[in-house]
Structures are given as C-alpha cells and as structure tokens.
C-alpha cells in the first residue's frame, strides 16, 4: 500500500475521464478534501476483492437485507436468487440496477478503472465480521464483477483499490 497525493489521484482521475470512464463528482471532492490520506494499491486475490463490503440503500435491499453480512461475496451470492440477472432486479421494479444491467452487457475488464474504498464503521465491521472497507466508489461495476466471478464467467485480474482515510459517507 503506497500513499499517494492529491495530484496524483487527481491526474488518474483525468486519465480515466479522459479514457471516457465515468468519474463521480462526489469522488472528486473528496480527494480535494484537505484532511485525510490517500493509499493506492493493487487487489491481487479474488478473496480479497469479494471481501469488499457493500452499500445498503433501500434500493438495493433484495441483495442486501438488513442486518445480513454484505461482502461483495454475499451480495453476489443473493443475486442468483433473481437467476443472476441484473434485469430481473429491474422487472421487479428496482430501477437501481439499470446501470449494472448496462455495465454487465458491456463488461470490460481494461475499462474496469478502479474501486475507491473506505474504513468500514463499527456497524459495518459487526454487521459484517469478514469485510475489509466499504466500496465508496464504484458500486456498481463491483458488483457485476463478483456475479461474474462467482459465476466464472472472468478469471480475476488484480484491481487498483484507492483507499481515502478518515472514513467517508
């Protein structure tokens, strides 16, 4: 795990908009945030990846009930109760999941980018005893990754993981 500055994240930042990978405004600010520190480094095992921890919105509530542990492991996992279909989300009025319906369709493992984590807090860590951060950006495309892990529909490749630090909401 390297540290890294403002600028360089900033600069791989650009270079992602640039390659025409979306780029949340929200991440943006808060990179610029003076307070805080910022880690670079590279997933190199699928078991780690899938030990990313998961939002909990009621959007996505059929994957993610409350209470549940929600690894990306987890949450994937649910998924094959909607016969891994993203779509079959959206038929039952999950509108959320349009966008993974997109990404999935056009899965690309050199535009992936990377996924932005975070500390998890307490609930989080207790809800979820073999989580490691919380994903704070890069939600969707994480997951459609790890239904296509667990389906083995992709051999991981090792993922760039940005990790901002104190915790982020």
């Known amino acids: 795990m390297k540290e890294v500055h403002t600028g360089e994240v900033a600069s791989c930042l650009e270079r992602h908009r640039d390659a025409g990978l979306h780029v949340d405004e929200r991440l943006l600010t ?8 910022m880690y670079l480094w590279t997933e190199p095992t699928v078991t780690g990846f899938l030990s990313l921890v998961w939002q909990s919105i009621d959007e996505t509530r059929p994957i993610v009930p409350e209470g549940h542990p929600r690894t990306l492991r987890d949450c994937a996992v649910r998924l094959s109760g909607f016969e891994w279909g993203f779509d079959s989300l959206v038929r039952a009025g999950r509108s ?15 535009k992936f980018g990377c996924i932005v984590v975070t500390p998890l807090n307490s609930r989080e860590a207790d809800e979820t005893p073999g989580g490691t951060y919380y994903i704070f950006d890069g939600v969707h495309k994480s997951i459609v990754l790890a239904k296509r892990l667990l389906r083995q529909e992709v051999k991981y490749s090792p993922i760039e993981v940005l990790l901002l630090t104190p915790r982020r909401s």
């Open 96 to 110: 959320w999941f349009e966008t993974c319906v997109d990404v999935d369709a056009a899965f690309d493992y050199s």
């Open 30 to 37: 808060e990179v610029a945030r003076p307070d805080g520190r």
